[in-house]
């Protein structure tokens, strides 16, 4: 659950390998805003997200291209803009 009480999903899009964060717009997730968080090559494997001490999701995943482990840090509630790190 993100801060504002709604779902956030973090996923791993396997046809553009991709990865992706769904922010539900209810409580029981009938619609969701999906953005792309990262695509820069074969990234977003075995994602996990949790909600950080500032209210904000923390993904971690990882990156099949580079074979790294990668955190973003959404900037706020939909993860648009995030900060990557390795």
Not at 5 to 28: F, M, P, Q, W
Not at 34 to 50: C, E, H, M, W
Not at 53 to 59: E, K, P, Q, S, W
């Amino acid at each position: 659950m993100g801060a504002d009480g709604r779902g956030l999903i973090s996923s791993y899009d396997e046809t553009n390998g991709d990865l992706k964060v769904a922010h539900c717009a209810d409580s029981a997730c009938t619609s969701a805003t999906l953005t792309t968080v990262d695509r820069a090559g074969n990234i977003g494997q075995y994602s996990a997200v949790t909600i950080g001490t500032d209210g904000l999701a923390l993904i971690s995943y990882y990156d099949e291209t580079n074979s790294d482990l990668k955190v973003a840090h959404c900037s706020n509630l939909f993860c648009v803009p995030y900060h990557r790190r390795r």
